[in-house]
């Protein structure tokens, strides 16, 4: 089995008798977006999440690949910040993503 995890989308493939087969996603895409959205009640992965770009921008985590490993006060970071629809706040020079789960605040790490 071999995983890509993009930073704007993800795929499964499964080696078979020396073929490389992509698995479809639940919408039957070979793609998912590497995406994560909270809905206030839920958390929502991949097509999913994407669809809630429009209604619910704040609580939608796409492109955030790009972070991990790196300070907040990377210039490419805050570069970045300034695309992104949902918050994304300092812990020390930790990078937080910030959410509305549940009726609460969240902090969560990249």
Same mark, same amino acid.
């Given at each position: 089995?071999? +995983?890509? /995890?993009?930073?704007?989308? !993800?795929? &499964?493939?499964? /080696?078979?008798?020396? %073929?490389?087969? +992509?698995? @479809?996603?639940?919408?039957?895409? #070979?793609?998912?977006?590497?995406? &994560? @959205?909270? =809905?206030?009640? *839920? #958390?929502?992965?991949?097509?999913? @999440?994407?669809?809630?770009? @429009? ?5 939608? /985590?796409? *492109? %955030?690949?790009?972070? %991990?490993? #790196? !300070? ?7 570069? =970045? +910040?300034? #695309?992104?629809?949902? =918050?994304?706040?300092? *812990?020390?020079?930790? +990078?937080? /993503? ?6 609460? %605040? ?5």
């Amino acid at each position: 089995i071999g +995983i890509d /995890l993009g930073t704007s989308f !993800s795929c &499964v493939g499964v /080696l078979q008798n020396g %073929i490389i087969e +992509i698995i @479809a996603n639940d919408y039957g895409g #070979r793609t998912t977006p590497s995406c &994560v @959205a909270f =809905d206030g009640q *839920e #958390r929502l992965i991949g097509e999913a @999440a994407s669809m809630q770009g @429009a209604m619910n921008p704040k609580n939608v /985590l796409c *492109e %955030i690949k790009r972070l %991990i490993g #790196r !300070s907040f006060h990377d210039p490419s970071v805050q570069k =970045d +910040i300034k #695309r992104f629809a949902f =918050d994304v706040v300092p *812990e020390g020079e930790k +990078i937080k /993503l910030k959410v509305d789960y549940h009726g609460q %605040i969240n902090l969560f790490s990249p």
